[in-house]
């Protein structure tokens, strides 16, 4: 890689913050990355305007051309949304967003960009546009042909991964396995090493209070959660647990522990954005899909449909994104 | 009540850092109440020596006798510890410490004591002694003949309680009913009166991701938890959910509900203990026992036995305790 990583930042849904929050984020975000956006040249127009930016949209038809552009922001343009409604679901919308996503993916697969940062996409629009994969997840892990992944969030010094995520709490209890649990620990590991960090020190949370408590309260802590953690170890990994999951996130956050493998979607994102509020109130944090053969990261925000084209959306968590992006890439570049 | 409320502060395990933590918190405590420890006077005094501290324990029978102590540390004196050992399980400090805090109840059920702020106890030491209730919270509730009754943690700005705590993740999902989650609004909005909030404003937290997302992850949230919050507007109580459980607490610590009601025992405690990390990396936060006929606080952590006997533990959340204990008992008094 010569220069900086190559970043395709996807618009996310046209009715959403996605435009408005890649506008606002771009200057930031060329400090640490060549982005480019994929997505619709007039909606990012737009956006601009809403922002009251100085910047300029470029359409362009090519990653190449899009490092050519100077100042100005570089839309590779699908030119798939004929009007704008913000705050919308709409079956257009949705498709247009799956378009964004997958030509990004197909982008990076081809090495045409050294990774991807994803604005929000509206699982309501993508559904009705009959998408197999409602989310960007599915849809990244699908088309990239992995079975094993998982969702990290970044609110440094906190990392979070996690062992199952949009499924009923009941059913990610059944997902706790010694199985699942190894081979999340393993993902982390490799998404740890290429944040940079050679011997990462990985903690992996109870499901139970307390971690069961000894087996006072229920059973998976012992029986599924702790013989993973103990073939991780003999694997060579520094794996830990497993942890009393009340306390082992802010342990984690004081330093002890470079990521928690955390057992459901609540319990490794409420203290990411617990964090991340104690931080600077604003919303922050960053999604990076792990074990994908491919650098992506994600805001960690929704489409803001009450808020969008008001331009008031904070940009945050995007620069963070690109940032993450742009370094994961680079180490894999190593 | 006249002058400041008392409050009968239990001494905890004789093995771990309550007595410590008493000694060091005691000067502070007197800013906001007449604390009287109800414990052994053999181990308080050892304590103030491991501590370094100025004040003496005077050994007393009475509450009444300890209210005359001047600058003194009155102990109200079970005499039924032998011989310190510290971070060690023993029967007899399980028995010990059960002592303290059934003597605690029985005075505040009397009206000698206002309030209850309890130092921590070792759950293996009070089985040993053949508890029927190893806990706190179990025996506060049978010995007052309470059966709906939750545990409220408080760091400030942030309040949660729960619908279930010390069970298995599984039967906690079993746990959520519209009944449970019912009475849990009631007794979390009794509590915030009595805390002073005259119209609290309590969100319900869903149980699954994104309080399931319209029932796409589950159907709890719309099956049981809605028909509660519903059933408690109609009781006239401001009550809001269910909320997505990532975002609330942030949305709570924040200022716009004055209490979450939450689904689990860690959906709770980690957005708490979070907040407290974020404020100033000690040991804070206080467990207060809403629904009972009395006043009962307590700290947010352990016997610590592997510090115990170093004077090393922070009083922060014994100071927390017996504060929110006397505001709460002065509360009840108006």
């Not at 930042?9 to 009715?15: K, L, N, R, S």
């Not at 038809?61 to 100005?72: H, P």
């Not at 209890?173 to 199985?179: F, R, S």
């Not at 084209?309 to 994961?328: H, K, N, P, Y």
Request: proline share 4%; hydrophobic share 45%.
């Amino acid at each position: 890689m010569e220069g900086k990583p190559v970043v395709a930042v996807t618009m996310g849904d046209p009715a959403g913050v996605g435009a408005e929050v890649v506008v606002k984020a771009f200057e930031a975000a060329r400090e640490y990355a060549r982005p480019v956006v994929v997505g619709d040249a007039s909606v990012m127009a737009d956006a601009v305007q809403i922002c009251g930016s100085d910047l300029e949209v470029r359409a362009v038809d090519s990653v190449e051309a899009g490092l050519e552009v100077g100042d100005d922001i570089p839309v590779l343009d699908l030119g798939n949304v004929d009007d704008i409604e913000y705050g919308v679901v709409r079956e257009d919308y949705g498709r247009a967003s799956l378009a964004y996503v997958e030509t990004a993916i197909d982008l990076a697969i081809e090495g045409a960009v050294d990774a991807i940062a994803t604005a929000p996409i509206n699982k309501q629009a993508t559904r009705l546009a009959g998408a197999e994969h409602a989310g960007h997840t599915g849809l990244l892990a699908a088309r990239t042909g992995v079975e094993d992944y998982s969702m990290m969030l970044v609110e440094e010094p906190l990392r979070v991964t996690h062992v199952s995520t949009h499924v009923p709490l009941r059913e990610a209890c059944d997902l706790v396995t010694t199985e699942s649990v190894g081979s999340t620990i393993d993902v982390t590991h490799g998404a740890l090493r290429d944040l940079g960090i050679e011997e990462p020190s990985i903690a992996v949370a109870g499901l139970n209070p307390h971690a069961s408590d000894g087996g006072l309260m229920g059973t998976e802590d012992d029986a599924e959660i702790r013989p993973a953690v103990e073939a991780a170890r003999e694997r060579g990994i520094d794996a830990h647990g497993p942890e009393s999951p009340d306390t082992v996130y802010v342990r984690a956050a004081g330093g002890e522990f470079d990521c928690v493998v955390s057992m459901y979607h609540d319990q490794g994102h409420i203290p990411i954005k617990m964090l991340g509020f104690g931080s600077d109130g604003a919303v922050s944090g960053v999604n990076v899909t792990v074990g994908l053969p491919i650098v992506r990261t994600s805001v960690d925000h929704g489409t803001a449909f009450d808020i969008a084209g008001e331009g008031v959306a904070s940009e945050t968590s995007m620069v963070d994104a690109v940032r993450i992006a742009a370094r994961l890439a680079a180490a894999r570049d190593r």
